[in-house]
């Protein structure tokens, strides 16, 4: 059975930083590729950034590019995003979903996490 499961919402200041994870059990973790998305009350959702596990490769959407970093770890299979420069636009509903692509393209992702929360206060 696939799973993922995010964690490491909180509440951050504007400025601050926060690190997500989101743990994958059921899959051929080295072969597979994991994007994050994010919903925020009233808006679509939106595909942040990739990985692919093979080879390491990311993308990142311009929004979050030099503030939010995705990377992974084997060894855990785990994949994580850190934000960092926390700003008032990024509160959100954050989702982890897995597919065989590096893509943020959300019907390309097959299962999904339950997601984690990020509320930025003052």
């Known amino acids: 059975q696939v799973q993922l499961v995010e964690s490491g919402g909180d509440s951050v200041q504007p400025g601050g930083s926060l690190r997500l994870s989101c743990a994958v059990t059921?899959?051929?973790?080295?072969?597979?590729?994991i994007g994050w998305f994010r919903q925020a009350p009233g808006k679509e959702r939106e595909g942040i950034a990739c990985?692919?596990?093979?080879?390491?490769?990311?993308f990142t959407i311009d929004s979050v590019k030099g503030r939010f970093r995705v990377s992974g770890e084997r060894a855990k299979n785990t994949v994580y995003l850190q934000m960092m420069d926390v700003k008032p636009e990024d509160p959100a509903i954050y989702y982890c979903?897995?597919?065989?692509?590096?893509?943020?393209?959300?019907?390309?992702?097959?299962?999904w996490g339950q997601g984690t929360q990020v509320t930025v206060s003052a």
């Open positions: 979903a897995s597919a065989n692509l590096c893509t943020i393209v959300a019907a390309y992702h097959n299962h």
């Open positions: 059921g899959l051929n973790f080295r072969y597979t590729s």
């Open positions: 990985i692919s596990i093979s080879d390491g490769s990311t």
